[in-house]
């Protein structure tokens, strides 16, 4: 069962753990082993290890654990990494003008993002996954609960409509974190549902986003509030928007 909280990390700590423990570092981002196959260095190997260990730590972040790796847009509430070729899009709430989440596509993948305040002492993924398949299947689709690189996630195929009138299919990937105080959804869509190497791109940008929790007091699954690009955030934000299915972006459509 994947931990609530993961712990935060920090360069020490990573030199820490390659020095002294006997065995090697297990990545959150992938199964890879160290130089040696018995997962010991030598001393003038040490450096260069752990470099390799600052570059598979994962998020996503918060503010607080924020690694020094890149440069980000600052949309608010999320600080989403820059990637050549990357495009932001916001959506807005067309009756409140609130900007109610982040959609960032990249070579026909998408992704959307969404962080909500959380309770100090649980998360709420556990909650959400079942609140999730259950919405799914009344609209007529399906999900799969997987382990995936941020532990437990939904594999679905969600219902559409097609032009001509018949029913389709496609396939997104549900991920969660639960933080400190926060939660952050991902919604993936597209060709990286498909592809491993875009997978593996979306993947590194969901993990490389920072959230930014603030002090002020929140119920549980508040949407943290989102700006424009350059802009700041109004200082009253009213309702809760759902935690709903993600609209059609970029995507692979199967037909039946």
């Known amino acids: 069962m994947m931990a609530l909280f993961r712990r935060k990390r920090s360069r020490a700590d990573d030199v820490e753990e390659q020095v002294e423990e006997p065995t090697p570092t297990r990545s959150t981002a992938s199964a890879g082993s160290g130089p040696d196959a018995d997962g ?52 807005v709430d067309k009756k409140t003008r609130r900007v109610v989440a982040v959609n960032v596509a990249l070579d026909g993948s998408a992704l959307q993002l969404q962080a909500f305040a959380a309770p100090r002492s649980e998360g709420l993924w556990q909650d959400l996954r079942g609140e999730l398949a259950t919405q799914v299947g009344k609209q007529g689709g399906s999900v799969q609960e997987r382990i995936g690189t941020f532990g437990d996630e939904l594999l679905a195929r969600l219902p559409v409509r097609m032009p001509d009138g018949r029913t389709g299919h496609r396939p997104a990937r549900f991920l969660g974190v639960d933080g400190p105080r926060w939660f952050l959804r991902g919604v993936l869509t597209g060709k990286a549902m498909v592809n491993d190497q875009h997978s593996a791109d979306m993947e590194a940008i969901f993990g490389d986003v920072v959230v930014v929790r603030g002090e002020q007091a929140r119920a549980p699954r508040d949407l943290l509030p989102l700006h424009l690009p350059g802009q700041r955030q109004q200082p009253t934000d009213s309702g809760r928007p759902s935690l709903e299915l993600p609209r059609r972006g970029p995507e692979i459509t199967e037909t039946r």
């Open 40 to 91: 010991t260095t030598e001393a003038g190997e040490v450096q260069d290890e752990t470099s390799d260990a600052v570059e598979d730590l994962i998020g996503p972040w918060d503010l607080e654990e924020q690694p020094e790796l890149g440069a980000r847009v600052d949309l608010g509430a999320l600080r989403v990494p820059k990637r050549p070729g990357l495009q932001i899009r916001m959506e």
